[in-house]
Each structure stands twice: as C-alpha cells, then as structure tokens.
C-alpha cells in the first residue's frame, strides 16, 4: 500500500510489534487467492471452498479471476513451460503484499512430470511460500497450507517491506494515469524487446536478504 | 438367447481376400501407376506410399475423383524412424471420406537431409494446423505452407520435441531468461 513506508521512514523507532500485529491480522484474516487452476489439483482446490471443506472459515474463500485484487497465487498442477511466463506475468501483476502457495508434486516439484514440457517446480518462477505435497493434495491439506500463511504472514513486521529501490519510487506512475506513447523510434525499439520476466518483485527481495 | 439362429456368414465386416487390392488401390493403380510407390495392407488399412512429388496432385485427385471423395483430411501426422534410418522421416495423410465412408492412409517418407514436403493446404484448409504440428515437433518443412510456425511448443524453443534424439529433459532446465 505505501502507507507503512511512511510510517516506518517517519517514526523509524516508535514503530511497536503492535501495529505490526494489527496489520498483520488484517493481512491474514483475508487472504484473497488468485486461482492458478492448471490440473487435477484445481478440482481439489475448488473442493476446498465447497460446503463440505468451507475455506470460508479462514476468510479466504473469495477466489479473484483477476491478479489485480488477490494477495495468494495458488499455484495449483502443473506449470507447463509455455505457461511460465504467463504465471510470471499474472503473480507481477498481483499487488504487494503477496504470497504463493505451491500445490501438489507437479506445482512443487514437476511430480511424475519429469520431462522437457514440465517446469521442475514453480519456484524457478516465482517465490513460494508453502508447498504443499500430495498428488492431489486433499481439500484439508489446502486448508491446512492457508492456515501456515496465516502464521507467516503474523510474524512479518511492516519495518521488512522499507525496501523499495529509489529508482523504483521515482518512476512509479500514479494510480490512473498513463505513460505517454507518441509512438517514437525509441519507444517501439523498445517494445520489439522480450519482456524482462526476471525484474524481482519485493516479495523476492524480502525473501533474499 | 440359447437357441441363436445360425447365420453368422453374415459379417458386416468386408473382409478382402489376402493379395487382391482394394478397389480404391485398384482405380488409383489404373488411372495414375506412378503415384504409388507401395501398398500396405494390414489390419483391414489400406495405406499407400506415395513419392513426395506427387503428393498433391495424388490428395486432390482422392478429393475430388467421384470414386474416392476424400473430403475429410482426418490427421496429418509425422513420425520418426531414428537417426540410423535412412530414410529417417514419415508423413502420413489420414484420409476419410463422409459420403462413402471408407478411409485412406497415405505415407511419405523423407530423409533427414532432405526434410521438404509440398503443401496440401490449398488442397484441404484444415491441414493448414496439422502440418504446422509436425513442423513444431519432428522439424518437416511444408513447401508453399503460407504460416509456418511453431503451434504447440513455445516460440523460442530449441528443436523438435518428438524427434527420436531429442532429449527426454530438454537440452537445458528451464530458467527464465
């Protein structure tokens, strides 16, 4: 959101673990999933917010077909290696903070899937904070796996995400504006270029140092 | 259901005597010898090897001639005899006919070297995507093809998955560049 930046830049030392609980608590108490069904594992996961499993307990049964409003990409079957850039472009455009969850042998490890299709694990993409094993996991398992980001995401403090690059900042676009296109040599040589897939979101850069 | 009359003789299924060609290989051999390389019956299939630069003219004789009425391209497919094989490459036209319902299966086969085959889009539309899936995978140029592009694989892929020497992992593990 920026606002903790703020408050952690302006009052470096009277920053307590209490407004990190409340944030925090806010955090985990609605974590949204963007659903990443790619198999088998997707049923399992649709399962779990059924009436039987009910992951509406955990407040994260509000499932987001758009990056844009979810806080947890669950990564759910195999990651072809047509789909990886596709699931690198959905989780960059997922806003801060966030979290993945790696479901099922095939998302955690490519599974049976030992092949020149599969990806080995989808943490060659993107960070991931759970994964989960089982080949589909069951409904409880998920639950389960929601419920470990719980307690990641409480023992986070807000002091951890002080680490925007100040190149970064300084070009970052206010929210409904547009970068300007004249359609200039410049600006096409520099579409015609591969997306860069590998800029590291904060997510990574927390998790690096 | 104990008492079954017994009138098996009458099989649906024509069964063609050992040796004697189908009618269809019957016409094909008097109208046009030289399309036909090879016959293969097995299986009650009927496949005929064709030499590569006949190819079109062969499917769209088969498409239009009121014998045969091959209006259905079912499947192109390629396949791979191995790298020791000479010749290495084949491939096979599945043809189907909705009106007469009968089947053909026509071969090609091609050397590694020399890896080209004409066209037959412009004889059924549909074979536009099917030759494109065996260029992606076996790495077979379709001459005159009009989008030649990879349709299954990545774009940036290196080689051609189903070859028989292509590597069950890849070449390298993935990472994104």
């Keep these: ?100 969850i790696s479901m099922g042998a095939c998302a955690t490890s490519g599974g049976v899937f030992d092949n020149y299709a599969i990806v080995q694990g989808v943490d060659k993409i993107v960070p991931v904070d759970v994964y989960i094993p089982g080949c589909p996991p069951r409904p409880e398992m998920l639950i389960h796996a929601v419920m470990m980001l719980q307690e990641k995401v409480m023992k986070e403090s807000v002091r951890d995400r002080k680490d925007v690059p100040e190149e970064e900042a300084r070009e970052a676009v206010p929210p409904g504006t547009l970068p300007v296109t004249d359609g200039s040599a410049a600006l096409k040589e520099a579409l015609a270029e591969p997306r860069p897939y590998t800029i590291a979101s904060r997510h990574e850069r927390r998790r690096s140092s | 259901m104990a008492s079954e009359p017994e009138n098996k003789e009458t099989n649906p299924l024509p069964t063609p005597e050992a040796g004697a060609p189908s009618p269809l290989v019957a016409a094909l051999q008097r109208e046009h010898p030289e399309w036909i390389a090879e016959v293969i019956e097995a299986f009650s299939e009927t496949t005929i090897v064709v030499p590569r630069e006949h190819i079109v003219a062969a499917c769209s004789f088969l498409k239009t001639s009121p014998e045969t009425r091959f209006d259905f391209l079912s499947d192109i497919c390629g396949a791979d005899r191995g790298p020791e094989e000479d010749p290495r490459f084949e491939v096979n036209y599945h043809l189907f006919s909705t009106t007469k319902h009968h089947r053909l299966r026509l071969k090609v086969v091609l050397s590694e070297e020399d890896a080209h085959v004409p066209t037959v889009t412009g004889v059924w539309r549909t074979a536009n995507w099917h030759e494109r899936e065996t260029f992606d995978l076996f790495g077979v140029i379709f001459d005159g093809h009009p989008d030649l592009r990879r349709i299954l694989l990545p774009d940036d892929w290196q080689g051609h998955a189903l070859r028989k020497d292509f590597p069950l992992r890849g070449y390298e593990p993935y990472s994104l560049k």
Excluded: H
Aim: aromatic share 8%; glycine share 4%; hydrophobic share 45%.
């Design chain 1, 1 to 100: 959101m920026g606002l903790e930046n703020i408050i952690a830049e302006a009052l470096p030392e009277v920053l307590t673990t209490q407004l990190d609980s409340l944030i925090n608590w806010a955090r985990k108490s609605s974590l949204w999933p963007a659903t990443f069904g790619l198999a088998c594992c997707a049923i399992e996961m649709m399962n779990s917010t059924s009436s039987r499993n009910d992951l509406a307990r955990f407040g994260s049964e509000v499932f987001r077909a758009s990056p844009r409003q979810a806080d947890v990409m669950i990564v759910s079957g195999r990651v072809s290696r047509k789909m990886a850039p596709v699931l690198r472009r959905i989780y960059d455009q997922m806003p801060e903070p966030k979290w993945v």
